[in-house]
């Protein structure tokens, strides 16, 4: 399965759109694609994973890595959008506890 990553970047937000399957084959794509964004001063960075219809632990990994990058560079950093199985795996593995894992963006009503 491919992953479709879509990066809308401006001065300190950066808006992640991620579609597909997160795994050991598509991490790799996510992680090059994403941790230089991670490294940006004070970014708020906010990834939307309403498309993801499976990851294993390799994707989970690169979420903690983009999150130690964000937070490094006194930034801030949201995942939302997950599903029901998806939040069930970040809070399986206490990372729910530690990574900001709203279900909706600012604003939106839901």
């Known amino acids: 399965m491919n992953i479709n990553i879509n990066v809308n970047n401006n001065d300190t937000l950066t808006e992640v759109t991620v579609n597909g399957e997160i795994d050991v084959y598509t991490a790799p794509k996510l992680k090059e694609e994403l941790i230089p964004l991670s490294e940006k001063e004070n970014v708020d960075m906010i ?6 219809s499976y990851m294993d632990s390799t994707g989970l990994g690169v979420f903690v ?11 801030s950093f949201k995942i939302i959008g997950l599903s029901s199985r ?7 593995t206490g990372l729910a506890d530690i990574i900001d894992i709203s279900g909706k963006m600012e604003g939106e009503i839901r």
């Open 47 to 52: 990834v939307d994973l309403s498309g993801v």
């Open 86 to 92: 998806l939040q069930r795996l970040f809070e399986i």
């Open 65 to 75: 890595g983009l999150f130690k990058n964000v937070r490094a560079h006194e930034g």
